[in-house]
């Protein structure tokens, strides 16, 4: 069962990403500006974007383990703020129930089987965790170069989408820590990313995985809120 540590990194850190070992391809100066650009035209009209999602957490330190959790995600960009709602149905393919809300720089951790929601507050990290939440779903490409060093590296077919693959290398050296290298997907008809890849220093990596995706549809009023049980303990962090 994937810890709350790991839970609440998807929050904090969001998104994100992979550092590839081997030969990179050629730097390609024209294919990757009109990726750039295909970022900016959606970021400009972008206001939501729900997915089905495949997570999968792998650890390769002090001991091999691999998470693999089902579930959607929605992301939504209102008056100049990103709000994410990822709701797990299934952990290593058993039926579970996991809600994990950010808005206004707050996350908010629900599982009903512990009867426990825990809750954590940002603080000044909530431009960083914003910027994070975009990567890849309505940020632009002149952004994205303004944080990042980024590449042209390819195209992949992901869950039978022709993808372009970008890595990126945080400018940030605080960031490199924690995410030396990363590398997105982007599905060029719809400007968003169809998959994203993190190594951590310590060689474990993270994936995300997007399916069905659907851009800029109704968010309901209530999609940020969570409801939880009678007799749910409230832990604040």
């Known amino acids: 069962m994937t810890s709350i540590r790991s839970l609440v990194k998807f929050f904090v850190l969001s998104a994100i990403l992979l550092l590839t070992p081997g030969a990179r391809p050629a730097f390609a100066a024209d294919d990757l500006g009109k990726v750039l650009a295909r970022l900016d035209a959606e970021a400009a009209k972008f206001k939501s974007a729900q997915a089905d999602i495949v997570w999968d957490n792998v650890q390769t330190q002090p001991v091999e383990d691999d998470d693999k959790q089902v579930g959607t995600v929605l992301f939504e960009r209102k008056n100049g703020q990103v ?115 993190r190594f951590d220093p310590s060689g474990g990596y993270v994936i995300f995985t997007y399916g069905n995706l659907r851009l800029n549809g109704s968010v309901p009023s209530n999609a940020f809120e969570i409801k939880t049980a009678p007799g749910t303990q409230i832990v604040n962090h």
Not at 103 to 130: C, I
Not at 176 to 187: E, M, S
């Open 83 to 197: 709000q994410m709602a990822l709701h797990i149905k299934t952990d290593n393919g058993k039926p579970v129930q996991k809600d994990l809300v950010y808005t206004a720089g707050t996350g908010k951790l629900y599982e009903p089987l512990l009867k426990q929601m825990q809750v954590f507050k940002v603080g000044n990290r909530q431009s960083q965790l914003d910027f994070f939440l975009t990567l890849g779903f309505g940020g632009s490409g002149k952004d994205l170069q303004k944080s990042w060093d980024v590449s042209y590296a390819g195209t992949d077919q992901i869950g039978g989408v022709s993808a372009v693959k970008l890595q990126l290398v945080p400018r940030d050296p605080n960031l490199a820590k924690t995410a030396p290298k990363v590398l997105l997907w982007i599905d060029m008809d719809k400007g968003v990313a169809v998959k994203q890849q």
